[in-house]
């Protein structure tokens, strides 16, 4: 008898889910490349405001209660709004899905990172997305292996470009003509008062975490001469004085103003998300 041998159809391609929460300008740009992705598809819109994502995302994908985030079954869960998101939602994220943290300066809580961290090492992936940090991955190498003595993260913005709490509000309205430094001290004590500002500290200070957010130096500078966001890099390694290890990287971000977020740093996120896969438990830079 003869027989013939049916090729097997070509194995549809399962585009991994993602759920957004927040959508401001990041937001938004991150849902328009995952509607152009092949590889990924939207599980879920959030937004405290609905009345910003009517009209761009489709009814069936806008999710008006965060609490029932899990009946859209999504793999991975993109948070971009505010670090009190992930304190009240980060834990029941990570038990569903992988979360990728677009708000890490929610993570100098050291009992919200502690919480959240050991979470991960046994349920799903959570990824810390570096943003605008240059040189996230060397100075994690540099603090696995313990030769990161210091680290300094200076940013320089234009001041309607800030949105502060506490008394450097006062202090930013006293800006005048020139540069001001409006604070420079540990990280953790600056992440509270400019939780969506500083978010590219916080991740330096989850790179060095032999330092951690009580040893790095998070130095905010308000030039209204700018038109661009400058972040400033200062690495110490090894050494004394006369011969030691020393980085300095200088990253120049073309920003609107009164924008929070430069431009390119936005193309960074999308790539963030793209790598926020395949890791398996435990904490990521992506």
Sequence with gaps: DNIFMM???????????????GFGRLGEFLY??????????????WNRSLDKVKGIVPDDLILENLDDFANRSPDLIVEVSHPSIVAQYGLRFLRTADFMIGSPTALADRELSTTLTEEARHSHGLYVAV?????????????????????KVTMKKHPSAF???????????????????????????????APNNVNTMACAAIAAHNLGFDG????????PSLTTHVIEIEVAGPGDSTEQFAVHTVRTNPASSGVVT??????????SLLGAHGRSCGVHLC
């Design 131 to 151: 943003g605008a940090l240059w040189g996230a991955q060397d100075i994690q190498k540099m603090a696995d292996g313990g030769t990161l003595k210091g680290l």
């Design 7 to 21: 090729e097997p159809e070509p194995l549809k391609r399962v585009k991994r889910r993602v759920g957004i929460v």
């Design 163 to 193: 949105k502060l709490c506490g008394y450097l509000v006062e202090k930013l309205q006293n800006v005048g003509s020139d540069p001001f430094t409006l604070y420079e001290g540990c990280v953790k004590d600056l992440c509270p008062l």
């Design 262 to 271: 430069g431009k390119l740093t936005y193309a960074s996120f999308m790539s």
């Design 32 to 45: 328009k490349g995952i509607t152009e992705s092949q590889n990924l598809q939207v599980a879920f819109v």
């Design 216 to 223: 790095v130096v998070g130095c905010l500078v308000a030039d």
